[in-house]
T-cell receptor, first 116, second 114 residues
Framework: QKEVEQDPGPLSVPEGAIVSLNCTYS??????FMWYRQYSRKGPELLMY????GNKEDGRFTAQVDKSSKYISLFIRDSQPSDSATYLC????????????????FGKGTKLSVKP | EPEVTQTPSHQVTQMGQEVILRCVPI?????FYWYRQILGQKVEFLVS????????KSEIFDDQFSVERPDGSNFTLKIRSTKLEDSAMYFC????????????FGDGTRLSIL
């Protein structure tokens, strides 16, 4: 079983739609959960960062973590053409260096296209 | 907003040659990482670096790879004898040590081995 699974899409939605992106994982030691956005030929850009379970909202973006189901989600409300990108989930376990996170394990990314 | 910068943006090298990829992490960050992304595949962890030594490395990071922080600002990845399969995007990331801050990535170096 792969550590982090993410549907690669592509996902195409009309402008204004609510987008739901998801990842599942197998390692119960993961405690830090991130969503990155990656435009073509660019580096991953941090969108959301969550520690342990729960919800986090930032503008049009909401991240949810359900550790009991090993499932994380990113919701994008009122999607815009500028949201068209690849969305990467990433997660890590804690390491014993002052409580810092360890190396990130990424999903394969979901390619999102928002049509005007 | 401070950012991680990487140079060069694109490097073309003959197989068997040595390459050095450079990164300037965010200035108050203490943890540094290298990842790579082969075209169409996942971003994969290579190595983490803290307090002037390697903290953790993946199976990919074999004897052909090395990392160094030659001064107070640069963080480098060296590949001693490049292979065709080393062709990929290489990303540098950094994070602050305290309060479990997330990793911030540079825009990467595209390495093409001929």
């Amino acid at each position: 079983q792969k550590e982090v699974e993410q549907d690669p899409g592509p996902l195409s939605v009309p402008e204004g739609a609510i987008v739901s992106l998801n990842c599942t994982y197998s390692n119960s030691a993961f405690q830090y959960f991130m969503w990155y956005r990656q435009y073509s030929r660019k580096g991953p850009e941090l969108l959301m960062y969550t520690y342990s379970s729960g919800n986090k909202e930032d503008g049009r973006f909401t991240a949810q973590v359900d550790k009991s189901s090993k499932y994380i989600s990113l919701f994008i409300r009122d999607s815009q053409p500028s949201d068209s990108a690849t969305y990467l989930c990433a997660m890590s376990a804690s390491v014993d260096y002052g409580g810092s996170q360890g190396n990130l394990i990424f999903g394969k990314g979901t390619k999102l296209s928002v049509k005007p | 907003e401070p950012e991680v910068t990487q140079t060069p943006s694109h490097q073309v090298t003959q197989m068997g040659q040595e390459v050095i990829l450079r990164c300037v992490p965010i200035s108050n960050h203490l943890y540094f990482y290298w990842y790579r992304q082969i075209l169409g595949q996942k971003v994969e962890f290579l190595v983490s670096f803290y307090n002037n030594e390697i903290s953790e490395k993946s199976e990919i990071f074999d004897d052909q790879f090395s990392v160094e922080r030659p001064d107070g600002s640069n963080f480098t990845l060296k590949i001693r004898s490049t292979k065709l399969e080393d062709s990929a995007m290489y990303f540098c990331a950094s994070t602050r040590i305290r309060n479990n801050q997330p990793q911030h990535f540079g825009d990467g170096t595209r390495l093409s081995i001929l």
